[in-house]
């Protein structure tokens, strides 16, 4: 039993460190608060809760089933980092290149707000939960535990699912208190920092990609 205890307490600990710095519910919170900077409180909180659930999902059915979705479709993870990273750079590029507060601008003066939350509904799961919330990155470290967490006993492979799994919850309550009060913080700092946080932003999140993308090609060359 004790030793239950401990990998379930030591997988809960490793998942959510292994888990944070990919995820980066901080600095996603940043770079995606634009998409929200027309709704209401209330409109936030809903859009957001269902963020978190889709995270939730996306990393539980990556810890749990993954590799078989990975058998069944023939493919590899360094061909999801590739992948991603390629998506990932695509959105840090866009985000770059468009001049958002022009664009912000047009999009108050020529919709109503149910119109903004329909529009923002599509966008939930793509881009704004994968590959910006839950991507790439997340997947492979996911994969990279739940190998590394593989045992031969049901209660040990129970215990080992679980650590990891609230590892996962405690991320996802991280990203939920900070998409939430994005905005409170750019506020406070003011309109011309928050210029440059998101541009700031959308300039790592293309590192980011790129630097996922070339791990995935550096795997691909190895393998």
Not at 60 to 81: D, K, N, R, Y
Not at 99 to 125: R, V, W
Not at 130 to 141: D, E, K, L, Y
Request: positive net charge; contains cysteine; glycine residues 8%.
């Amino acid at each position: 039993m004790y030793d239950y205890f401990y990998s379930f307490i030591h997988l809960v600990f490793i998942g959510f460190v292994a888990l944070f710095p990919v995820v980066n519910p901080i600095g996603n919170a940043f770079i995606l608060n634009p998409y929200f900077s027309n709704l209401s409180r209330k409109e936030r909180k809903k859009v957001v809760k269902k963020i978190v659930f889709y995270s939730f999902c996306v990393s539980a059915i990556t810890l749990i089933g993954g590799h078989w979705v990975l058998e069944l479709f023939g493919l590899s993870v360094p061909v999801i980092q590739l992948a991603g990273g390629i998506m990932i750079c695509k959105i840090g590029w866009e985000f770059l290149s468009t001049d958002k507060p022009k664009q912000n601008e047009e999009i108050a003066s020529s919709k109503a707000e149910s119109s903004h939350m329909i529009s923002i509904q599509e966008k939930l799961f793509y881009p704004i939960t994968f590959p910006m919330t839950t991507g790439a990155g997340t997947i492979a470290v996911l994969f990279t535990l739940s190998a590394n967490s593989e045992a031969k006993t049901l209660p040990n492979y129970l215990a080992n699912t679980g650590g990891l799994l609230l590892s996962i919850i405690g991320i996802c309550v991280l990203i939920y208190i900070f998409y939430i009060n994005a905005n409170r913080f750019i506020n406070y700092m003011g309109s011309h920092s928050e210029k440059i946080v998101n541009r700031l932003s959308a300039f790592l999140i293309f590192c980011v990609g790129l630097q996922i993308a070339i791990l995935g090609i550096t795997h691909l060359i190895k393998g």
